[in-house]
C-alpha cells in the first residue's frame, strides 16, 4: 500500500518569506514526484514535478527530492498572497497517483 | 491546447439512485484516471484507463465503474448511491509514457 505523508498543520507565512513544505512516501520504487496546488474550490493544479535526486527550479518554486531518505519538499520563494491554497505531494506508480493529505499554506500580506 | 473537461460540474442525487459521469481528456493524451475526493480522505485513486483498457484499480467497491472509449473520452458509473458517495470527483489525463496528470474542474455530487 502506497503511502504519501505530509504532517505539518497549516502553514503561516509572511508575503515575500520561504514557504516550505514536506512530504515523505513509503513505496521505495517510486521513481516520479509531484506538487499540485488547489485552491479552494477548485481542482488540483500540477506546479511541479521531479524525477531525480536533488533540486529542480521552476520560477519561485523549487522542488527537492532525496530518494535515499524517501523525502520530497517544496519551497516558494517570495511568497505572495495568490501562493495561498492547499498543496498537495503525489508520487506516481503502477498507473496512479497517490497523495498525501496536503498542507494549507496562508501567505499574510 | 484545451484542457479535461468534465460534464456535469454539479450533481443531485438520492439515495439509491445511479449516475453517469463524463470525461473528455486533453486532446492527444490517452490515458483518464478518476478519482474522488473528500474533506476526510483527501484525493483517492478510482480507476486509470489507457487505449480503452482499464490498467489499474482502487480500493472501492464494485459499484464504481468505468470505462473508455476510442476517442479516449471516459465515463464514471456509480450504482446504488449512498450518502458516503458524496465528493468531487475528478479526471486527471495524462500522455503516453509520461506520468504528468493534468486535472479537469470536476463534478461535484451530492447524495442526499
Known amino acids: 500500500q502506497k503511502e504519501v505523508e505530509q504532517n505539518s498543520g497549516p502553514l503561516s507565512v509572511p508575503e515575500g518569506a520561504i514557504a516550505s513544505l514536506n512530504c515523505t512516501y513509503s513505496d521505495r520504487g517510486s521513481q516520479s514526484f509531484f506538487w499540485y496546488r488547489q485552491y479552494s474550490g477548485k481542482s488540483p493544479e500540477l506546479i511541479m514535478f521531479i524525477y531525480s535526486n536533488g533540486d529542480k527550479e521552476d520560477g519561485r518554486f523549487t522542488a527537492q527530492l532525496n530518494k535515499a531518505s524517501q523525502y520530497v519538499s517544496l519551497l516558494i520563494r517570495d511568497s505572495q498572497p495568490s501562493d495561498s491554497a492547499t498543496y498537495l505531494c503525489a508520487d506516481y506508480g503502477n498507473n496512479r497517483l497517490a497523495f498525501g493529505k496536503g498542507n494549507q499554506v496562508v501567505v499574510i500580506p | 491546447k484545451a484542457g479535461v473537461t468534465q460534464t456535469p460540474r454539479y450533481l443531485i442525487k438520492t439515495r439509491g439512485q445511479q449516475v453517469t459521469l463524463s470525461c473528455s481528456p486533453i486532446s492527444g493524451h490517452r490515458s483518464v484516471s478518476w478519482y474522488q475526493q473528500t474533506p476526510g480522505q483527501g484525493l483517492q485513486f478510482l480507476f486509470e484507463?489507457?487505449?480503452?483498457?482499464?490498467?489499474n484499480k482502487g480500493n472501492f467497491p464494485g459499484r464504481f465503474s468505468g470505462r473508455q472509449f476510442s476517442n479516449s473520452r471516459s465515463e464514471m458509473n456509480v450504482s446504488t448511491l449512498e450518502l458516503g458517495d458524496s465528493a468531487l470527483y475528478l479526471c486527471?489525463?495524462?500522455?503516453?509514457?509520461?506520468?504528468?496528470?493534468?486535472f479537469g474542474p470536476g463534478t461535484r455530487l451530492t447524495v442526499t
Open positions: 484507463y489507457f487505449s480503452e483498457t482499464q490498467r
Open positions: 486527471a489525463s495524462g500522455a503516453a509514457g509520461l506520468h504528468e496528470q493534468y
